[in-house]
């Protein structure tokens, strides 16, 4: 039986979609099975055409980026009634993406830096006339609307991708593994204490051995393994992009404190070698943070 | 908005990525009053790259766009060596090279087979549930493979050189963190080959297309505007050259340094829009509003840089002259650019070095600076511009993304057409073939 | 244990929170419930046993 799918665009970088898109051929198995219902970057419905639908009407809503706007919202909103399986898809999606990273700052403070100060304006205004408004600070989908699937990455790979389409499809469960980018990772490992940190720029990443052993910031031990270390495998650290394993609720805490472990230097030379442990430490899940958290509490308090 | 006045309201723009609405204004005798390209949403990346290494830059400015993540991986490299005065080995120029023309490959494919070809195979009075890429897929099943297969080759090239093509990461501040294997390169030398010949059968396609659609693209927004695009030593360039302008009459107004841009970039703040305007200077605001792309490339250069695109041009400049000014006629530019493309990658496989070893500087020392990074993105120049600390950590950004060049141009271009649709009736008149897809 | 702490305070102080005031609190957050319930136990039995014999001394 055809399935419905609405596939929705939140404040994003489109790469979820690109990585379905590059399924390539295999795209020919998967397309008759589907419905495409809602999918503005490919097909011409449109948002009034979305917000018509009956609810629960569409099988699955492939829901891509984070709230940035007030009207990311909204579409949130209206794609969880309409659909009867709510798929945050991507880490935007799951834990707010790297642009939970402006967290850090108020809204006011993005938005003077772009359209007042930048060197190139010549004009400085805040644009207002039939735009929707931008939220005062991201927060994760879930914990805005109730989600049903999860499938993080930074995107997702066309293999993760297809495997949750094929479980949601055949009416399956789609759990994420229990398993770490470590699991899938080809380089040898040796006993884990480091002296130095390096910075990615430095010196040489020598190939084949493991690069946290090497002393680079590589996440890979506290990031879920769904990737199959696409980045330690090409001599780079893993950024962590695709967020912590299941049941890690703050990836950043946990990845200081495990620091904190294997770490053989000073506290003064460790707190020296990660001047930036917001950038460091929480690549795309920064919205998802307790720290985050706390300070969306106070800063919606202040306003009101 | 007067009683009698109507607004129409498209929302959302399809087949576009990102978040865009259009409003258009009639007055009540059915003049179009003003038409607005809403950009309605933007992440603000120059605010949060603030206090970051700037190493870094290249893993996390790629995503501001996962169709085009090579130019921002690429662009961010460049400005952090400008910043820190660095020369990356010569070898690791060409991976770079080879990385950036796979993507301008499959993203000039993807815009052309699932963006464009819609409106032309299933027409512009199709119905909606017609007019995208699965339909196509659906309907003539030769067509849709070669697209896919096109796009792949593309994708998997630049996986192979980035290590994963949506958000590459293997270039960084002095030179690429991997070198290029020769069993991949062997690999890819031999797929360039069909990926040739399919370029051409694209070519053909396009021009055919260009044949059936020629009174809308000769008549309809036709707009002139200044143009900005990538050259080095006038050819047609997207990896590091110079920058040139070019003002509606066709005269090159400037030539300069990346560096030098803020001379010439000007960045209007429209109160209807996220995405700013971006205008020659000089020449104030709105009269310098200049569009990138494809197209604007085409005017700016003096030719192409390899042969078979050359041709190519030379075709659409004899059919159209230059500089050319029909909106349309960016699909037809596209399709000259992806034959460039094919043409440098293949130029790249073939030459020893990009499977040289050398391929990064073990000594990279960051300092106190500041740094351009410029590239072409398939949409247009990109510019990324970072301040740093003397430990090397981000203290200010300015970036002004490919889209962002063409905001006010589009909207200029809709402006003609809306004038010519509401007001003249020009769909009526019209010479449109008949659909290939009903 | 110091090292965690020291990163943690490098956490706070670029998230905008004064590291003295919320210090002690984080240590928990890390830890999160396990912690959380262990202070409230400590506090439970501090009461229960009363004032500490040594309090009048030096």
Redesign the interface.
Same mark, same amino acid.
């Given at each position: 039986m055809v399935k419905r799918i609405a596939l929705v665009q939140l404040s994003s970088c489109w790469g979820c979609d690109q990585s379905l898109v590059d399924l390539h051929l295999r795209l020919l198995d998967v397309l008759p099975e589907l419905d495409i219902v809602y999918w503005p970057a490919v097909v011409d419905y449109k948002l009034a055409d979305l917000e018509a639908m009956p609810k629960s009407s569409i099988h699955f809503g492939f829901v891509e980026g984070s709230c940035r706007t007030k009207e990311d919202e909204h579409l949130l909103n209206v794609v969880r009634e309409k659909s009867k399986v709510l798929i945050a898809w991507g880490s935007c999606s799951v834990y707010g993406g790297v642009q939970g990273l402006g967290n850090q700052w108020t809204i006011e403070e993005l938005l003077d830096r772009k359209f007042i100060k930048a060197d190139t304006i010549t004009d400085p205004r805040i644009p207002e006339e039939n735009l929707p408004g931008f939220t005062n600070h991201i927060r994760p989908n879930p914990a805005i609307v109730p989600v049903d699937v999860i499938l993080p990455g930074c995107p997702p790979t066309s293999d993760n991708t297809a495997e949750a389409l094929t479980a949601l499809l055949t009416g399956k469960p789609y759990d994420l593994p229990n398993k770490t980018v470590c699991d899938q990772c080809p380089m040898e490992r040796k006993e884990k204490i480091i002296k130095k940190f390096k910075r990615t720029h430095e010196g040489k990443i020598e190939p084949g051995i493991c690069i946290l052993d090497q002393g680079y910031l590589c996440l890979g031990f506290a990031t879920i393994g769904l990737c199959g270390a696409q980045c330690p495998t090409v001599n780079t650290p893993c950024k962590g992009c695709f967020g912590p394993p299941p049941n890690i609720k703050d990836h950043g805490a946990k990845i200081i404190s495990a620091l904190g472990a294997i770490a053989d230097m000073s506290h003064e030379e460790l707190k020296a070698a990660f001047p930036d442990p917001i950038g460091s430490f929480y690549f795309t899940d920064y919205a998802s943070s307790y720290l985050s958290k706390i300070r969306d509490k106070q800063r919606s308090k202040a306003k009101k | 908005m007067s009683k009698d006045e109507k607004t129409i309201r498209i929302a959302p723009v399809t087949r576009l990525e990102g978040h865009g609405e259009l409003t258009i204004k009639l007055t009540k005798t059915g003049k179009v009053k003003d038409v607005q390209f809403n950009v309605s949403s933007t992440r603000f990346f120059e605010k949060f790259l603030e206090g970051r290494f700037a190493e870094e830059a290249p893993r996390i400015a790629p995503r501001i766009c996962g169709i085009c993540p090579e130019p921002h991986h690429l662009a961010a490299t460049k400005a952090v060596e400008a910043a820190w005065d660095i020369t990356p080995p010569p070898a690791a120029v060409k991976l770079r090279r080879l990385l950036i023309n796979a993507k301008q490959y499959s993203s000039h494919a993807l815009h052309f087979f699932a963006l464009a070809a819609p409106d032309f195979l299933a027409g512009p009075f199709g119905d909606p549930a017609l007019r995208n890429v699965v339909a196509i897929i659906k309907a003539l099943p030769d067509v849709g493979k070669m697209a896919l297969e096109v796009m792949q080759f593309g994708q998997e090239l630049a996986a192979a050189v980035g290590g994963k093509a949506i958000h590459p990461v293997t270039s960084t501040p002095g030179g690429m963190l991997n070198p290029f294997s020769e069993e991949k390169r062997d690999e890819f030398l031999k797929r360039s080959e069909k990926a040739k010949e399919q370029t051409l059968a694209t070519v053909t396609l396009a021009k055919k297309v260009v044949e059936d659609y020629w009174d809308p693209i000769t008549k309809l927004a036709v707009t002139p505007t200044y143009y900005l695009g990538m050259h080095n030593k006038g050819n047609l360039e997207i990896y590091d050259g110079d920058l040139r302008v070019m003002d509606p009459a066709g005269k090159i107004v400037a030539d300069f340094k990346p560096k030098d841009y803020r001379k010439y970039y000007g960045e209007y703040v429209p109160n209807h829009s996220y995405a700013t305007h971006i205008y020659y200077k000089p020449d104030g605001y709105p009269k310098g509003i200049w569009r990138a792309n494809s197209l604007a490339r085409c005017n700016i250069a003096d030719k192409m840089a390899t042969p078979i695109a050359q041709e190519a041009l030379q075709e659409m400049r004899d059919a159209l002259g230059r500089p050319i000014h029909a909106t349309f006629a960016y699909h037809w530019a596209r399709i000259i650019e992806l034959v460039q493309a094919i043409e440098e990658i293949e130029s790249l496989l073939k030459d020893p070095d990009i499977v040289s070893t050398d391929v990064k500087l073990s000594d990279v020392q960051p300092k106190k600076g500041d740094g351009v990074g410029c590239v072409e993105a398939p949409r247009g120049t990109l510019l990324h511009h970072y301040w740093t600390d003397e430990k090397g950590i981000i203290t200010k950004v300015n970036m002004v993304v490919a889209t962002n060049n063409n905001i006010a141009g589009i909207e200029k271009s809709l402006m003609d057409a809306a004038r010519q649709i509401f007001e003249d009736k020009a769909h009526e008149s019209l010479k449109f073939p008949d659909p290939i897809i009903k | 244990? @110091?090292? @965690? &702490? !020291? $990163? $943690? +305070?490098?956490? $706070?102080e +670029? !998230? /905008? &929170?004064e590291v003295e005031r919320v210090h002690l609190q984080w240590a928990s !957050? !890390?830890e /999160?419930d396990v912690f959380a319930e262990g202070i409230t136990n400590m506090v439970e039995r501090i009461k229960k046993l009363g004032p500490s014999p040594v309090r009048d001394g030096d």
């Amino acid at each position: 039986m055809v399935k419905r799918i609405a596939l929705v665009q939140l404040s994003s970088c489109w790469g979820c979609d690109q990585s379905l898109v590059d399924l390539h051929l295999r795209l020919l198995d998967v397309l008759p099975e589907l419905d495409i219902v809602y999918w503005p970057a490919v097909v011409d419905y449109k948002l009034a055409d979305l917000e018509a639908m009956p609810k629960s009407s569409i099988h699955f809503g492939f829901v891509e980026g984070s709230c940035r706007t007030k009207e990311d919202e909204h579409l949130l909103n209206v794609v969880r009634e309409k659909s009867k399986v709510l798929i945050a898809w991507g880490s935007c999606s799951v834990y707010g993406g790297v642009q939970g990273l402006g967290n850090q700052w108020t809204i006011e403070e993005l938005l003077d830096r772009k359209f007042i100060k930048a060197d190139t304006i010549t004009d400085p205004r805040i644009p207002e006339e039939n735009l929707p408004g931008f939220t005062n600070h991201i927060r994760p989908n879930p914990a805005i609307v109730p989600v049903d699937v999860i499938l993080p990455g930074c995107p997702p790979t066309s293999d993760n991708t297809a495997e949750a389409l094929t479980a949601l499809l055949t009416g399956k469960p789609y759990d994420l593994p229990n398993k770490t980018v470590c699991d899938q990772c080809p380089m040898e490992r040796k006993e884990k204490i480091i002296k130095k940190f390096k910075r990615t720029h430095e010196g040489k990443i020598e190939p084949g051995i493991c690069i946290l052993d090497q002393g680079y910031l590589c996440l890979g031990f506290a990031t879920i393994g769904l990737c199959g270390a696409q980045c330690p495998t090409v001599n780079t650290p893993c950024k962590g992009c695709f967020g912590p394993p299941p049941n890690i609720k703050d990836h950043g805490a946990k990845i200081i404190s495990a620091l904190g472990a294997i770490a053989d230097m000073s506290h003064e030379e460790l707190k020296a070698a990660f001047p930036d442990p917001i950038g460091s430490f929480y690549f795309t899940d920064y919205a998802s943070s307790y720290l985050s958290k706390i300070r969306d509490k106070q800063r919606s308090k202040a306003k009101k | 908005m007067s009683k009698d006045e109507k607004t129409i309201r498209i929302a959302p723009v399809t087949r576009l990525e990102g978040h865009g609405e259009l409003t258009i204004k009639l007055t009540k005798t059915g003049k179009v009053k003003d038409v607005q390209f809403n950009v309605s949403s933007t992440r603000f990346f120059e605010k949060f790259l603030e206090g970051r290494f700037a190493e870094e830059a290249p893993r996390i400015a790629p995503r501001i766009c996962g169709i085009c993540p090579e130019p921002h991986h690429l662009a961010a490299t460049k400005a952090v060596e400008a910043a820190w005065d660095i020369t990356p080995p010569p070898a690791a120029v060409k991976l770079r090279r080879l990385l950036i023309n796979a993507k301008q490959y499959s993203s000039h494919a993807l815009h052309f087979f699932a963006l464009a070809a819609p409106d032309f195979l299933a027409g512009p009075f199709g119905d909606p549930a017609l007019r995208n890429v699965v339909a196509i897929i659906k309907a003539l099943p030769d067509v849709g493979k070669m697209a896919l297969e096109v796009m792949q080759f593309g994708q998997e090239l630049a996986a192979a050189v980035g290590g994963k093509a949506i958000h590459p990461v293997t270039s960084t501040p002095g030179g690429m963190l991997n070198p290029f294997s020769e069993e991949k390169r062997d690999e890819f030398l031999k797929r360039s080959e069909k990926a040739k010949e399919q370029t051409l059968a694209t070519v053909t396609l396009a021009k055919k297309v260009v044949e059936d659609y020629w009174d809308p693209i000769t008549k309809l927004a036709v707009t002139p505007t200044y143009y900005l695009g990538m050259h080095n030593k006038g050819n047609l360039e997207i990896y590091d050259g110079d920058l040139r302008v070019m003002d509606p009459a066709g005269k090159i107004v400037a030539d300069f340094k990346p560096k030098d841009y803020r001379k010439y970039y000007g960045e209007y703040v429209p109160n209807h829009s996220y995405a700013t305007h971006i205008y020659y200077k000089p020449d104030g605001y709105p009269k310098g509003i200049w569009r990138a792309n494809s197209l604007a490339r085409c005017n700016i250069a003096d030719k192409m840089a390899t042969p078979i695109a050359q041709e190519a041009l030379q075709e659409m400049r004899d059919a159209l002259g230059r500089p050319i000014h029909a909106t349309f006629a960016y699909h037809w530019a596209r399709i000259i650019e992806l034959v460039q493309a094919i043409e440098e990658i293949e130029s790249l496989l073939k030459d020893p070095d990009i499977v040289s070893t050398d391929v990064k500087l073990s000594d990279v020392q960051p300092k106190k600076g500041d740094g351009v990074g410029c590239v072409e993105a398939p949409r247009g120049t990109l510019l990324h511009h970072y301040w740093t600390d003397e430990k090397g950590i981000i203290t200010k950004v300015n970036m002004v993304v490919a889209t962002n060049n063409n905001i006010a141009g589009i909207e200029k271009s809709l402006m003609d057409a809306a004038r010519q649709i509401f007001e003249d009736k020009a769909h009526e008149s019209l010479k449109f073939p008949d659909p290939i897809i009903k | 244990m @110091r090292s @965690r &702490f !020291a $990163l $943690l +305070e490098n956490l $706070l102080e +670029e !998230a /905008g &929170f004064e590291v003295e005031r919320v210090h002690l609190q984080w240590a928990s !957050a !890390a830890e /999160g419930d396990v912690f959380a319930e262990g202070i409230t136990n400590m506090v439970e039995r501090i009461k229960k046993l009363g004032p500490s014999p040594v309090r009048d001394g030096d």
